[in-house]
């Protein structure tokens, strides 16, 4: 990307792992906190990276940034993570330019999801880009380049049905309630995070359950008592968490710790109970398996489930794909640009320096010499000369290398465009 005049960097990249190669152990190996994101922003400022974004979701980890070399990123990634370089490159993938762009849009409009038509991830993607925006880390190519995935994202939405039916992981747990659970209604049902994913599970509880018996609990109680005023919910506090889950039919973990918050000793009920951890890293210990009474579902289990919804969705790919390619291309025109944006501006000021050099030679021959006239006059002849350079290198990409370069010898500009 050195040629595109667009960051320090020499090429943009995609480094990252997800579910498709790296388990739900080793994805939380690489998960960042809120914290460890700016951290992470705040280190790659320092090094002099001028251009990244970093997101980290229950599915995946990636970073989008501009480099001299991958490893520059890959160490960033484990420096502020659990993570190791030896870990990271048995299940990881690099994207370089233009593949690294293409990455983004599928990623960004939910072909490249754990559930296919996920839209979720757009609004990750969003706060991940205001995020480096805010800690001064980037730069308008990702800027150009998010809003162009946002637009691709909001096409598809709009003119394909690949988001009808289950489009999340929180809607996936639900599911997969109503199908095991026999009298879902009747059940108690304790909800431990109110983070999105846990916001998004109860929506989807009180809508599609018609169960009333869910109760809701968080660390920060008063964020479990929003979500819970809208539908009208029990919140009980943290310190009851023990007492809530010998009461509970159903266990939906969907906290954002870093280490298991649930584990066997937390579990004195004998009574059959279904747990489900929705978290990235596992929040429930695998221990609880040892109780005879308890079943455990992971989120990596939920988001494998087919049915017919999923199977409807496949078949609008091909649309989806075809919005992304025109979308990807116009973007990519748009780079283009940037090849010959430093001649066309060295043009431009060459031609202005000439315009001035010779209106001055003219006014001091020219008794009554309008320079007003003159100047809008010579102006409109630079602009129709500049419209023609600008039209020539952007319909004839071909040869832009060998047109620039005749243009910067033709009017002596080697020096201006370095």
């Known amino acids: 990307m050195e040629n595109y005049h667009i960051s320090r960097g020499k090429h943009f990249y995609t480094i990252g792992l997800s579910y498709k190669k790296a388990d739900a152990d080793i994805r939380g190996h690489f998960s960042l906190t809120e914290e460890g994101k700016l951290n992470l922003l705040n280190q790659a400022k320092y090094e002099g990276i001028d251009g990244l974004i970093v997101t980290s979701t229950c599915n995946r980890t990636e970073i989008y940034g501009f480099a001299q070399h991958p490893y520059q990123l890959i160490k960033l990634l484990c420096e502020h993570t659990h ?6 490159e048995k299940v990881a993938y690099v994207y370089k330019n233009k593949e690294a762009i293409s990455h ?12 296919l038509g996920d839209f979720e991830i ?22 150009r380049l998010v809003n162009a995935v946002i637009q691709a994202s909001k096409r598809i939405k709009n003119e394909t049905q690949i988001s009808s039916g289950a489009t999340s992981v929180s809607f996936a747990s639900v599911q997969y309630i109503l199908r095991e659970v026999e009298n879902i209604s009747e059940k108690n049902i304790l909800l431990f995070g109110t983070g999105k994913i846990g916001r998004n599970t109860c ?12 109760t809701l609990i968080n660390r920060t109680k008063d964020k479990a008592e929003k979500v819970a005023g809208k539908f009208d919910l029990t919140v009980k506090d943290y310190a009851d968490l023990q007492t809530e889950i010998r009461d509970a039919d159903i266990l939906i973990v969907a906290t954002g710790a870093q280490n298991p918050t649930i ?8 009574k059959e109970l279904l747990i489900l951890d929705l978290s990235v890293p596992k929040n429930v210990n695998e221990d609880v398996l040892e109780l005879e009474n308890v079943k455990l579902v992971h989120l990596d289990h939920l988001s494998q489930m087919t049915d017919e919804t999923l199977e409807r969705r496949k078949q609008f790919i091909p649309q989806a794909q075809e919005i992304i390619l025109e ?8 780079l283009e640009t940037r090849k010959f944006a430093p001649t066309i501006k060295a043009l431009k000021k060459k031609l202005k320096t000439m315009k001035d050099a010779e209106l001055d030679f003219q006014r001091k021959k020219i008794a009554d010499f309008n320079d007003e006239q003159a100047e809008i006059v010579s102006n409109r002849i630079i602009q129709k000369i500049m419209n023609h350079f600008a039209n020539h290198l952007k319909d004839d990409s071909n040869t832009t290398d060998e047109s620039l370069e005749l243009i910067q010898k033709m009017f002596q500009l080697e020096d201006s465009v370095k």
């Open 104 to 115: 983004m849009f599928r990623m960004g409009t939910g072909l490249d999801s754990q559930i």
């Open 83 to 88: 993570g190791t370089v030896e870990e990271f």
């Open 327 to 334: 979308v990807e291309s116009d973007f990519n025109k748009w």
């Open 263 to 270: 584990s066997k000793e937390l579990i004195y009920s004998k």
């Open 203 to 214: 929506e989807n509880l009180v809508k599609h359950t018609k169960n009333h018996h869910i």
């Open 122 to 143: 757009i609004s990750q993607l969003k706060i991940a880009f205001v995020t480096s925006k805010n800690a001064g880390v980037a730069n308008p190519f990702l800027e």
